[in-house]
């Protein structure tokens, strides 16, 4: 109803839930930070505990839809949790992405269709370069960390639905490229609502 019909009003209730999974892949990555398996149950953090590095990305961002896509639904939804999820978690929202191709529906083709047609789809904006060295630089978007510049920039990409992985894919790789230009090192890091 939310993906395929356009009804905003499920927009609060997957922001939620996609709140919950971004804390528990906080808790996943805080726990490979600190080489330790993950807390079973929750408990009162000791000063030891309170000093070891935590685990936030520096920027969160989306996967851009077809102008197509947009004018049928009047809104992009992974936009929409992207937004949600970053007002919740106080993490700065950067535009990024863009597509260059306008894609047929892909709920209908098979995984290595999928693959194929996602290739060269997206590419960084005209200013997503100056975004990315801004979060590199720190001198725009703030940062929980202080970066110094061996530190990567940890982009968080946000998508409605997992299928085959090759949107995330494609839009991580776009990233990355210009990152690469760049002489920029970034992390990408995926999370979406559901899994098909």
Excluded at 187 to 196: G, I
């Amino acid at each position: 109803m939310y993906k395929f019909r356009g009804h905003e009003r499920y927009a609060p209730l997957l922001t939620a839930l996609l709140i919950q999974a971004f804390r528990a892949m906080s808790d996943e990555q805080n726990s490979v930070l600190a080489k330790e398996p993950p807390a079973p149950v929750a408990h009162l953090a000791t000063p030891v505990q309170q000093t070891k590095p935590q685990w936030r990305p520096d920027a969160v961002t989306y996967v851009p839809v077809s102008s197509e896509r947009l004018a049928e639904r009047g809104f992009n939804q992974a936009e929409r949790l992207a937004a949600g999820l970053a007002t919740a978690c106080r993490l700065p929202i950067v535009d990024l992405l863009q597509r260059q191709i306008n894609t047929t529906k892909q709920s209908f083709k098979s995984r290595s269709e999928r693959i194929e047609t996602m290739k060269n789809v997206f590419s960084i904006k005209p200013d997503g370069m100056q975004l990315i060295e801004e979060l590199y630089r720190g001198s725009h978007l703030p940062t929980q960390k202080g970066m110094s510049p061996a530190e990567p920039i940890q982009i968080l990409l946000i998508d409605d639905i997992y299928t085959t992985g090759s949107t995330l894919d494609a839009c991580g790789q776009a990233i990355s490229n210009a990152s690469f230009s760049m002489e920029f090192p970034v992390e990408v890091y995926t999370l979406t609502l559901a899994r098909s």
